[in-house]
């Protein structure tokens, strides 16, 4: 059995004096989607934020491809092959489409990969290509979320973090978005997502976790927990109808 | 009888995005009126027109028959309209009692409007000098804080004394609900007072609504948690994308598939279903 | 009879100088979201180091250009080590005091090294004119011009075509996410302040050659301007920095044409109060709003004010006023009577600033008002103190809070530039309106104070009415933050937003406690002319108001006991160990960066 690639384990969060995650332990297998949900104020994002670096956690470990990474500064675990989609997009607005997706590449050295590498977004995101030399602020919603997922890409991950990659986008968008998911998974890059949307989310990833106020209160493959009627309880809180 | 609110064509644009798009909604004294949709649907848009923060850009917004919309935050608070933040804003700094006691702000007599330029100077006054009207008047307000938290059992009470920023999140966001009963409102908006809350904690929220309610308040809610939203409420409002999709009764409301097309998300990845389940199987 | 040219080459000569300072501010705001108050002190530290290397090393003008890049380029790596870099995820308002603190070490330093007298710097460049139109161009005019075009064309390739270029203007538009793209911003940060501060001292040591003349105290005055091109431009703004310094530098030299000298700063700080009241974000800043993040309440977070018991409060009161009948050297009675008039300010800035979360830097101000006002009722009207002073309490009280009034819908760091602005325009006008106040003469035969027709001669008296004073304010402002006025201030501090939705009229508020401020330093300024018997537009110079904001975070934001406390320590203490003038500000600049640092919250905790 590989180990995972990124396991966190038992961690404990505090904002001040507020506790975000409560002996939080879980695991995102090499080449597998694996998705995080739940709702407001659950500390989805907080977990994002812990794995990227952002936030340290006050105890438990944060473990990627078995190096120990919790208390690395942000630009160290993304240069150790870990790629972001934050939420709600974070392009650089007054920047070229071309220029985000530079930035992407900013941790890498070899100049004709990230040639090649760019040659190879354009294809795989044609409406980046589109807009190549536009600035990234005067794109659509979604348009945004191609260039951010692009962007990520070019740093060539082996773990890509999407933290609610479907949030206010289009059902247009939000279909292309889920399907170039699925591709960049096929293509071998782990993906580890934050998401709201559990029908969504659930329809895509291998296997998921729900968080609620800090712990985990389901997990399990994908497939099951669709059927599960205990998610619409833990996730939104209550029965509604379908 | 004429609602205690009502919202009238009420439309909101940021840049090129319409938040709230002609908006009709009307409470009427003493129902629970709850206004539910997904992220970014215009729900909290909508309460910072109403609390005065924000201005409509067309359409109004009429309270107890005045119109408000062209109102600021702090005399629209004077008549009578008291609310919480999405994220919770208590006063950090300050005390649990001195949180609460400020949401009795609008009702201080130091705080009446005097004469023009002096009223500052009246004020200052009376916090100087404290003649006896006043001392009695902070002692009252201070025994009618203790009686609203005690709503809140014994937690808020046995750290009256404490910061704020020194309280659990589900501890703050219940400071905010005593602030805003302080104020004694005519009108309650409460923005997601349940969130980031578990379920016990959940519960005991939608029971103090309850009680609040039942002793004739009217509010109007906006929350995620269905459950809560259905057993609480008079009427419910349905936004969706700033556009309001459904109105009606918890059941029909329940039952309309509009509304959990919109509110839980896509059920199937329109077109793309088919090929993704060919990919990822 | 210079012409319509000359004031214009002059003006985009300083324009240009003012470039290089703005620019360098821009960046910085740009990346760090921080006014750097240590700026100024750069460009002073640039002037200084190339007149050292023209004077002692003979170097030729390139290198010595050089020279003063590199320097001040490591001066503005330690900056950023020392004033941000430590500081990060604290409240804002931390870096911006930080910088503060160093620009009095800087300030300082360069002082004690090189002494305060100003020097002139040779210039070693040909004595050619250019005639054009009317009026003429030198070759320290083109010189400037061309090193701002240089350094404006090689920072665009910079920023556009190098990788750091490219992690600058990411960091600037979005830190956290430039974070995700491994951008190391702290090394983003450090490069940032290497090139400003390189800019800002190559500045310092053009103005020095085309003025001739170099200075300690120039330092100040540089970063307030470099402030208001920003503000013209658009803070943060590159491109917008270097539009609002030609702008400002044309309208200072055309205001000079029609006013003469006096009046040059005068326009540089009306046209900052303009813009900020009226085009706050500048020309080219955008539409988006001024961020509504309360600056001070996040920096008064963890900490609870120490409880010292009542009877302790008292028993030290007492002693204080019996101390004459102990001792009656006059040096000890005279250092505390300091110390207490310090306090008056303290206990006025520590209301607005630590109680309602409004940083003034302009309580200078406030003290020259009320220093002013009694003067004037005493000298020209006869007025006897026991009525002038409390009158002139009441003009601060008044005037300031009319003045302060426009400001007060703006939020964090432009509250501390504007109040900034409107003490030195008080001050100018001071030194302008001399009909009134005698302008650079000031004003003479202020007489002693007195109370029921006698003379307080004695230092004992002085020492008592004082103290008295101080005591009584004291009791009040404990009062009024007991009162329904204290949360409401406090609650006005901490969530604008909140308080308004609550009936708050954040306007009534803060007028109420700049004016009850206003009162306390005025009768500190009222009380200072009639015991000095003499006062100048020099007498309560900016430098003041920058102390006492070291005494209120020193003794706890808020905390009155503090306030007083902070006065004892770092007026009496000085004073008491003869530390000599120059080494008290190094001492306050390092006070109030250990503060900041390492615990925020006072020797007393804030309230």
């Known amino acids: 059995m590989t180990d995972p690639l990124l396991r966190i384990d038992h961690i404990n969060t505090f904002y001040g004096a507020v506790q975000a995650h409560f002996d939080l332990s879980l695991e995102v297998g090499a080449g597998r989607i694996v998705s995080l949900l739940g709702g407001n104020a659950s500390g989805k994002s907080t977990t994002m934020k812990i794995v990227l670096g952002l936030l340290s956690p006050a105890s438990g470990a944060v473990t990627f491809d078995g190096v120990q990474i919790n208390g690395w500064p942000t630009h160290r675990v993304i240069r150790a092959g870990v790629g972001s989609v934050p939420e709600a997009r974070r392009i650089f607005p007054l920047m070229t489409v071309r220029e985000n997706l530079l930035m992407g590449a900013y941790a890498r050295g070899d100049r004709n990969g990230v040639a090649d590498d760019l040659q190879r977004m354009l294809t795989l995101f044609p409406r980046v290509a589109e807009r190549i030399n536009q600035r990234a602020g005067t794109l659509s919603g979604g348009e945004q979320q191609m260039v951010a997922m692009a962007r990520a890409l070019m740093g060539r991950p082996r773990l890509i973090c999407m933290d609610e990659p479907t949030m206010g986008l289009s059902p247009l968008y939000v279909d292309r978005v889920l399907e170039l998911i699925a591709e960049i998974n096929h293509q071998g890059v782990t993906v580890f997502m934050v998401e709201q949307n559990a029908n969504l989310a659930l329809q895509i990833a291998h296997e998921a976790y729900v968080l609620q106020t800090g712990r985990i209160v389901l997990q399990g493959s994908a497939a099951l927990l669709r059927s599960d009627p205990r998610i619409r309880e833990a996730y939104l809180g209550g029965t509604a109808a379908s | 009888m004429a609602p205690l609110l009502e919202m009238r064509g009420l439309t909101r644009r940021f840049g090129g995005v319409t938040a709230v798009k002609t908006l009709d909604l009307v409470v009427e004294e ?5 206004l539910i949709g997904p992220n970014g649907a215009g729900k909290t848009t909508a309460f910072n027109m109403i609390s005065g923060l924000d201005q409509p850009n067309e359409g109004e917004i009429v309270f107890a028959g005045r119109p408000i919309h062209r109102l600021a935050p702090e005399a629209i608070a004077a008549l009578g309209l008291a609310r919480t933040f999405q994220h919770g804003r208590v006063f950090a700094n300050l005390s649990v009692e001195d949180n609460v006691l400020l949401g009795a702000h609008t009702r201080l007599r130091a705080v009446r409007p005097r004469a023009p330029l002096l009223d500052g100077v009246f004020e200052l006054a009376l916090a100087l000098i404290r003649p006896p009207a006043v001392e009695r008047e902070e002692a009252a307000l201070k025994a009618e804080v203790r009686e609203i938290l005690r709503l809140f059992g014994d937690r808020l009470i046995s750290r009256v004394h404490d910061a704020a920023y020194t309280l659990s999140y589900a501890n703050r966001r219940r400071i905010e609900i005593a602030r805003a009963l302080a104020l004694r409102p005519r009108l309650l908006l409460l923005d997601e007072p349940t969130a980031g809350m578990n379920p016990t904690e959940t519960a005991e929220m939608q029971a103090l609504i309850a009680g609040l309610k039942a002793q004739g308040m009217t509010i109007l809610l906006i929350e995620h948690k269905l459950e809560m939203v259905m057993n609480l409420s008079n009427r419910i409002y349905v936004l969706d994308d700033g556009v309001k999709i459904a109105e009606g009764s918890p059941e029909g409301v329940r039952n309309d598939p509009a509304v959990v097309e919109a509110y839980l998300g896509h059920s ?4 793309g279903a088919r090929s993704l389940e060919a990919i990822t199987s | 009879m210079s012409s319509f040219i000359d004031y214009t080459v002059n003006g985009l000569v300083i324009g240009n100088i003012y470039a290089l300072l703005a620019v360098g501010l821009a960046l910085i705001f740009g990346v760090a979201n921080l006014i750097n108050f240590a700026h100024g002190s750069v460009y002073t530290l640039g002037a200084y180091i190339g007149w050292a290397a023209i004077v002692f090393l003979h170097t030729p003008l390139p290198v010595t250009m050089l020279i003063v890049f590199i320097g001040c380029a490591l001066v503005g790596i330690v900056i950023e080590r020392i004033g941000l870099r430590p500081l990060q995820g604290k409240a804002r308002i931390a870096p911006l005091l930080a910088t503060i603190g160093i620009s009095f070490v800087l300030d300082q330093l360069v002082q004690l090294a090189f002494s305060p007298d100003p020097r002139a710097v040779p210039n070693d460049l040909p004595d050619w004119r250019l005639t054009i139109g009317g009026g003429s161009i030198g070759a320290m005019d083109l010189l400037i011009a061309g090193v701002g075009l240089v350094s404006a064309a090689l920072l665009y390739i910079f920023l556009r075509f190098t990788k750091l270029g490219s992690a600058v203007r990411a960091t600037a538009q979005d830190r956290e996410a430039a974070l995700q793209m491994g951008v190391n911003v702290n090394a983003v940060n450090s490069a940032v302040f290497a090139i400003a501060s390189a800019l800002g001292g190559v500045s310092g040591l053009l103005v020095g050659m085309y003025y001739n003349h170099i200075d300690p105290a120039m330092s100040f005055q540089a970063t307030l301007k470099g402030v208001v091109a920003q503000v ?5 703004n590159v491109p917008g920095a270097i539009v609002g310094s030609l702008l400002l530098g044309l309208v200072e030299s055309y205001g000079i044409a ?16 303009i813009f900020l009241l009226w085009l706050p974000n500048g020309l080219f800043g955008g539409r988006s709003t001024i961020q509504t993040e309360p600056l001070v309440g996040s920096f008064i977070a963890p900490s609870r004010p120490l409880r010292l018991p009542r009877w302790s409060v008292w028993a030290a009161t007492l002693a204080a006023f019996a101390l004459p009948f102990a001792t009656s050297a006059p040096y000890l009675l005279q250092t505390l009577t300091n110390a207490w008039l310090a306090a008056l300010l303290a206990l006025s800035l520590t209301l607005i600033a630590g109680t309602a979360g409004q940083i003034s830097f302009g309580q200078a101000a406030l003290m020259a008002i009320g220093g002013y006002a009694s003067a004037l009722l005493a000298v020209d009207l006869g007025a006897p103190p026991v009525l002038s002073v409390p009158a002139a309490g009441l003009t601060a009280a008044a005037l ?16 501390a530039i504007a109040t900034l602005a409107i003490g030195e325009i008080v001050s100018l006008v001071i030194l302008n309106w001399e009909s009134l106040t005698r302008g650079a003469m000031g004003i003479t035969g202020i007489p002693p104070l007195s109370l029921f027709g006698r003379d307080l001669d004695s230092n004992r008296a002085i020492y008592w009415l004082c103290l008295a004073i101080v005591v009584a304010l004291g009791l009040l402002q404990t009062r009024l933050l007991s009162s329904h006025l204290g949360r409401t201030l406090r609650a006005v501090r901490e969530d604008e937003i909140a308080a308004r939705c609550y009936g708050v009229r954040l306007d009534r508020y803060k ?3 700049f004016a009850f401020g206003a009162f306390g330093a005025g009768l500190s300024g009222a009380i200072t002319a009639h015991l000095y018997s003499y006062l100048n537009n020099q007498t309560f110079d900016s430098q003041l108001s920058l102390l006492a904001l070291t005494m209120v975070i020193l003794g706890g934001m808020g905390n009155v006991l503090g306030a007083i406390a902070g006065a004892i320590l770092l007026v009496g203490l000085p004073e008491l160990f003869r530390i000599a003038a120059e080494y ?12 900041i640092r390492f615990r925020p919250q006072g020797l007393l905790g804030a309230v």
Not at chain 2, 268 to 271: A, D, F, I, K, N
């Open chain 3, 584 to 595: 008290r500000i190094l001492i306050y600049g390092v006070v109030l960066l250990a503060l």
């Open chain 3, 511 to 513: 007028a109420l406690a």
């Open chain 3, 400 to 415: 300031g809070t009319l003045l302060v009034f426009p400001a007060f819908r703006l939020r964090g760091h432009y509250i």
């Open chain 2, 30 to 34: 003493g129902e629970l009126v709850s």
């Open chain 3, 232 to 236: 013209i431009g658009g803070v943060g």
């Open chain 2, 268 to 271: 199937e990845v329109g077109r």
């Open chain 3, 258 to 273: 029609l006013l003469g000298t006096t009046y040059r700063n005068l326009f540089a700080f009306v046209l900052l109060i």
